[in-house]
């Protein structure tokens, strides 16, 4: 069994940063792709950005300089730092990793940008 705990979401004004993470646990041998994806309210869950085991990454066009993910393979975490946050940013992030074919999901943390 896998679990994964988000945390670090929270309320932010715009322009502000934020810093989420993502911890894995279980049985887990090798984790492949590593990603963080957002749901805002009436939209379909969108990818965010992924990091692979080798560390190879792609983002959401609209997140491109301002979003930088990153993964610690000794700890099983990722993170995403979050900057230059927008109010169209706000949504239920989740994380999600890829162990051999079987893909997991975190519970999500909220993120809401708003003056």
């Known amino acids: 069994q896998v679990q994964l705990v988000e945390s670090g979401g929270g309320l932010v004004q715009p322009g502000g940063s934020l810093r989420l993470s993502c911890a894995a646990s279980?049985?887990?041998?090798?984790?492949?792709?590593m990603a963080w994806y957002r749901q805002a309210p009436g939209k379909q869950r969108e990818l965010v950005a992924r990091?692979?085991?080798?560390?190879?990454?792609n983002y959401a066009d609209s997140v491109k300089g301002r979003f930088t993910i990153a993964r610690d393979n000794a700890q099983n975490r990722v993170y995403l730092q979050m900057n230059s946050l927008k109010p169209e940013d706000t949504a239920v992030y989740y994380c999600?990793?890829?162990?051999?074919?079987?893909?997991?999901w975190g519970q999500g943390t909220q993120v809401t940008v708003s003056s």
């Open positions: 990091i692979t085991s080798s560390g190879s990454t």
């Open positions: 279980g049985s887990i041998f090798s984790i492949n792709t």
């Open positions: 999600n990793i890829v162990v051999i074919l079987s893909s997991y």
